[in-house]
């Protein structure tokens, strides 16, 4: 049988003459609130009634409890859902959906700023955009989140793949949000290669020697 955490239920197990010998299992399920009230874990009981039975052996019996935990999921943090992400030179943008796991009793305000690696000294622009750079999460968007796009830069230079880090900064009057940076790791494709660009259509020359310029 299954009983369901969190609240009052009732299950009865049966043993037979022909079953007597077989475990039977009961299933405990939790329940997700989805609250951010009471956001902690649950600690309850499974309790047995004595049983009952005609067979005096079997009558009366007193079972043990079972103590159980529901594990809480709702956390006060952001939720990315990309942490690495490819882009290629003037290619189409990748998007990362940002969230929260509780609902914000303050906005939550995010910067995006992108930087050659997660140190942040070296902010750079010559390999990707981020659009928008500055999100507001609230109690109206915190569970659907904000998409922001990443999008990859053309160069114009053979220069090989280039590695990039977009750091996600929080700020929030709600002490719970003001976490830790957050990071996505990038890699712009590099989608230059070294050939001749034919500048020219083609044409057609006499044969009293005129000449025809090609450039």
Do not use: C
Not at 11 to 17: G, N, Q
Not at 91 to 120: H, Q, T, Y
Not at 187 to 193: A, I, L, Q
Request: aromatic share 6%; charged share 30%; net charge negative.
């Amino acid at each position: 049988g299954v009983v369901e955490g969190g609240e009052e239920n009732k299950l009865t197990v049966t043993f037979t003459p022909e079953n007597w010998n077989v475990p039977q299992t009961i299933t405990v399920k939790g329940i997700d609130d989805d609250e951010a009230v009471n956001s902690e874990d649950h600690v309850y009981q499974i309790v047995f009634e004595h049983t009952q039975s005609e067979d005096a052996n079997y009558n009366d019996l007193a079972v043990d409890p079972i103590k159980v935990t529901n594990i809480d999921n709702d956390i006060a943090d952001a939720f990315l859902d990309k942490s690495e992400i490819e882009t290629t030179e003037n290619g189409a943008p990748v998007d990362v959906r940002v969230r929260l796991g509780l609902e914000p009793s303050d906005p939550v305000d995010i910067s995006i700023k992108l930087f050659e690696a997660e140190d942040g000294k070296v902010e750079t622009k010559e390999v990707a955009l981020v659009s928008p750079n500055k999100i507001t999460l609230d109690k109206n968007n915190y569970k659907d989140g904000v998409v922001i796009s990443i999008q990859g830069q053309q160069d114009n230079i053979i220069d090989g793949d280039q590695k990039f880090v977009a750091r996600l900064r929080f700020h929030s009057d709600d002490d719970r949000y003001m976490l830790n940076d957050k990071f996505i790791k990038g890699v712009n494709k590099d989608m230059d290669e070294a050939g001749l660009v034919k500048s020219y259509t083609d044409t057609t020359v006499s044969e009293d020697m005129t000449s025809v310029e090609i450039g």
